[in-house]
């Protein structure tokens, strides 16, 4: 009997030996239709990755006044004609494929209440979602390669048991023997809803299955609902009298240190079918509430897991290597978020204002483990990260921290009455998009030959020992029938001895098939090892042009960021600027304004002026011509007079002396005025005496001494004032004049008697 060969053992990759290999997270955004035909729109689908934001009627301007609209990027944007088909195939296929090759993967959507977050992961009948469409993939690309039911074995540490066919058989007839609890999920029909969503038309499978493997898939159903987490696969006896609440489980973790719910329910399903029957159930005690903004909204964080379990076949390709260093767990977690909601809008009161804090309170904390991400990540500091803030991201620290593929899916509704919530939501997604996670590495070689499942089939079933002894001739009889026998014993050496003969060619047939597959062999792996090593070379190269390549991404992605602080900065300042600028351009109006009206008002001043300054000179002119006229004239008169009497002193002197009238005095007083020639030959009369009338009371009249007036004694006009003085004033204003009426003297210089 020859001794059975250890396997090889499989080549163990460290935990973050690839983590220079990062990929971003994949966020995706998907627009749903609106409930009415004639509703306000807020967002608006660019292309097939960009979104704007409008600012809806009534809601606050911004600074310049105009209507503020913002636009952001998505790895795809999904518009309201998108099907369920066409979004699966763009984010989910490519986590299925990774799950079927040993890899991790999250999915999660995210979006405010009534975005289409359930309808997009569940679905509706005739319409189903990415989870039913994710267990139809994977029992299509493994159903031919399953593992019976119980050959393999979950434990509570987060890892898998593998049990050989008879121990599999003992424990399906020991369940099978075992009563079913009485539970009411147990007596519950499927929902008339089940096979509508279930039933996918479109057939899609992985490529590239190693069908030397066989494989288990296990669910697990838990929510989380107000930060506490709740397994709804749990089958609890029923007790109608005192039912029992249901316990919240723990979070633990495992040797890889990967976080897991402790005595979480996992079920081992063979069929789309029964994997969503067992959703189905659990979807039943997940909690809901009717909302002022939907009729079913969900008020728990909802993790659906899918955990599939691969064990390479031995070396017959019959039976499943009974080693357990050589299983591959991977896993895929379908997320669930309750949407995020304001109390203004829900009127959420009691128990729904509580489950609305804490939704908000882990979605907040969520976002701020991405905040950290990104800045450990962009800046390189060591910040520590807020996962234990929250059940939610405790729960995923594994991705993020360690390796795995995340695809977010950002569920918006384009009402105007979202808008603020949208926003909120489209930064978050922002965000989250710098955030790099660790590239999964590829599972490992088991080492053994492949093909081992198709030859095993090909041949019928394992080669045995019977198989090689009917090989060989029959031997004869061997009953002695008679002492004297002599023929039965040599026939029986005979054949022996050619039994023997053809076993010995057979050996150095094997042996030197053997030396020459052996040949073979080493020629093969001489091959094989220049091929790697030429594989190796130039994937050192692809490497060092791929982190070069990385190297002045990073350089650009930092500039980038650079230039984009920068013009964030000059957009401020321009802010700052321009609205300087319109303040001391209304202060420039104001001052040009002011001017105008100073500038108006000197004018009319200078055209009052130039009015006053022109009658002043016209009457000064007048005045000086005036004076002129009458200095002249008094000069032209005093001589005059001095020719006159330098004729009278020549008449005295030549004529001899007139006689006198005998009363001279009356002569005196006749003579009122003087008589002058003029230029043109005649006379001029100028009267020098006036005479004055006047009137007095007969009473108490006194004499008077002399006939001067007396001067007044307080200096001011007195009654004394003569006729001519008085009557030399006058009030006079011209016409046209600016000015008020004045008084005018007009009085002409007295001329005494020579």
Not at 186 to 192: A, I, T
Not at 296 to 321: M, T, Y
Not at 376 to 386: A, D, I, R, S
Not at 686 to 699: A, H, R, Y
Request: glycine share 6%.
């Amino acid at each position: 009997m020859t001794r059975r060969t250890k396997t090889p053992r499989k080549l163990l990759v460290k935990k973050g030996s690839q983590t220079s290999l990062k990929d971003p997270v994949g966020v995706y955004c998907r627009v749903r239709p609106l409930s009415l035909p004639d509703q306000e729109c807020c967002i608006e689908v660019i292309n097939n990755t960009t979104v704007q934001l409008h600012t809806p009627e009534g809601y606050r301007l911004n600074r310049n006044g105009d209507y503020k609209e913002t636009q952001y990027s998505f790895k795809q944007v999904f518009g309201i004609h998108t099907t369920q088909k066409e979004l699966f195939d763009a984010v989910a296929n490519p986590l299925v494929d990774d799950l079927i090759h040993g890899k991790n993967g999250l999915l999660f959507t995210y979006g405010v209440t009534g975005s289409g977050k359930t309808h997009t992961m569940t679905g509706s009948p005739g319409e189903g979602g990415l989870l039913p469409r994710c267990l139809d993939m994977i029992f299509n690309s493994i159903g031919s390669f399953q593992a019976k039911r119980y050959v393999f074995k979950s434990n509570d540490r987060n890892s898998m048991d593998i049990q050989c066919e008879v121990d599999a058989l003992l424990e399906r007839q020991k369940r099978e023997a075992m009563p079913n609890p009485k539970t009411p999920s147990s007596k519950r029909q499927v929902d008339p809803e089940f096979a509508d969503m279930i039933n996918v038309q479109e057939f899609c499978k992985a490529e590239e299955v190693d069908e030397d493997s066989v494989y288990g898939v296990f669910v697990s159903y838990i929510e989380i609902y107000n930060n506490y987490i709740y397994d709804l696969l749990e089958e609890v006896p029923f007790d109608p009298i005192k039912p029992k609440p249901p316990q919240s489980k723990l979070l633990r973790e495992d040797k890889n240190h990967n976080m897991y719910v402790a005595g979480c329910t996992e079920v081992e399903v063979k069929s789309t079918e029964e994997a969503f029957e067992v959703f189905w159930r659990g979807q039943k005690k997940r909690r809901i509430a009717n909302t002022h903004l939907n009729r079913e909204s969900s008020r728990s964080h909802s993790v659906f897991n899918i955990k599939l379990v691969q064990a390479p076949l031995d070396a017959d390709g019959d039976n499943v290597l009974q080693e357990k260093e050589q299983i591959t767990i991977s896993q895929l977690s379908l997320v669930d978020l309750a949407g995020s909601e304001r109390t203004n809008r829900t009127k959420a009161e009691g128990n729904r204002l509580r489950e609305a804090g804490n939704i908000n309170q882990s979605l907040m904390t969520l976002r701020t483990c991405m905040e950290v991400l990104r800045e450990n990540q962009m800046y390189g500091t060591n910040k520590m990260v807020p996962y234990r803030d929250s059940k939610l991201t405790h729960l995923f620290k594994n991705y993020f921290d360690g390796e795995g593929k995340v695809r977010m899916i950002v569920c918006v509704n384009p009402k105007a009455e979202d808008y603020e919530e949208s926003l909120q939501v489209m930064r978050f997604a922002e965000v989250t998009q710098e955030v790099e996670v660790a590239r999964p590495v590829d599972k490992a070689i088991c080492g053994l030959t492949p093909g081992r499942r198709y030859r095993n089939q090909a041949r019928g079933g394992p080669v045995g020992d019977e198989v090689v002894l009917q090989s060989f001739p029959p031997l004869p009889s061997c009953e002695l029938l008679d002492v004297n026998d002599e023929q039965t014993l040599p026939r029986l050496i005979e054949a022996l001895e050619k039994r023997h003969h053809l076993r010995q060619m057979m050996i150095d047939e094997f042996h030197k098939q053997a030396v020459t597959f052996k040949a073979l062999l080493q020629e093969f792996d001489s091959a094989v090892l220049n091929k790697e090593n030429y594989i190796q070379g130039k994937l050192n190269e692809k490497e060092k042009v791929i982190s070069g390549q990385k190297l002045e991404i990073e350089r650009l992605e930092k500039k980038n960021k650079t230039l984009e602080y920068k013009i964030e900065i000059l957009e401020k300042t321009t802010t700052i600027y321009e609205e300087d600028k319109r303040t001391l351009q209304q202060e420039l109006e104001t001052q040009n304004q002011k001017l105008q009206r100073q500038f108006s008002d000197k004018r009319r001043l200078e055209a009052r002026l130039q009015g006053m300054v022109t009658e002043t000179t016209m009457k000064w002119e007048k005045e000086c011509e005036r004076r002129v006229a009458a200095k002249q004239l008094e000069m032209q008169n005093k001589l005059w007079v001095k020719d006159e009497k330098l004729k009278q002193l020549k008449a005295i002197v030549t004529e001899p002396k007139a006689e006198k009238p005998e009363r001279p005095s009356r002569e005196r007083d006749r003579e009122k005025g003087d008589v002058y020639k003029t230029r043109g030959g005649g006379q001029s009369v100028q009267f020098t005496d006036i005479e004055t009338l006047k009137q007095e009371s007969p009473t108490g009249r006194k004499r008077r001494s002399s006939t001067a007036a007396p001067a007044p004694p307080d200096g001011t006009e007195s009654e004394w004032t003569d006729v001519e003085t008085r009557c030399s004033v006058a009030v006079e204003m011209r016409a046209g004049s600016q000015l008020g009426p004045g008084y005018q003297h007009h009085a002409q210089p007295k001329r005494k008697k020579p």
